[in-house]
């Protein structure tokens, strides 16, 4: 579990099945990550489950501390087609504005260095999504190349290993 100031994080189980659902049927969240039916929901959340379990790293929760509320997913996917572990970032609506997904991805960030041995992470983010890019900016991302993800142009942001850590 990692806590901040005002959110706690916890990996992700397929136990959240409908609020991971819920996140994604909102067609401001989905536009960029896509949306999810029940079953493609549970497999998704299977293969993260399967991730923290083989690899010590992956999805997880972002709960508000002051009332315990599913907000969203933050945390580290590794991506065999790339060989990259990424940082990836997705709220509720709702919650934008707040700060929540540099506040959560900044925890996750800094975590992962701490605890992994990755040279550097990247963010995939979809042309026309801003407030992720102005996220991945916040953390300190910048581009480095072009590429696809499920038939997707994303530009792929990366972060090196700070020196300091």
């Known amino acids: 579990m990692i806590e901040t100031e005002r959110l706690l994080l916890r ?37 993260v489950e399967q991730q923290w379990a083989e690899r010590g790293h992956g999805l997880c929760a972002v709960e508000l501390k002051s009332t315990g509320e599913f907000i969203g997913r933050v945390g580290l996917n590794y991506w065999e087609n790339f060989h990259e572990v990424e940082l990836g970032w997705t709220l509720k609506a709702g919650t934008w504005g707040h700060g929540y997904a540099t506040e959560s991805a900044r925890a ?37 190349r072009q590429d696809e993800l499920f038939g997707n142009p994303v530009t792929v942001y990366s972060l090196n290993r700070p020196t300091s850590v």
């Open 108 to 144: 996750c960030l800094d975590w992962g260095f701490a605890t992994l041995g990755e040279p550097y992470f990247i963010s995939l983010i979809r042309p026309g999504n801003t407030a992720s890019v102005r996220v991945a900016e916040r953390l300190g991302f910048a581009p480095l």
């Open 11 to 47: 990996p992700l189980r397929v136990e959240d099945v409908d609020a991971f659902i819920a996140l994604h049927a909102d067609e401001r969240v989905n536009r960029f990550v896509g949306a999810y039916s029940h079953q493609q929901a549970l497999d998704r959340l299977a293969s």
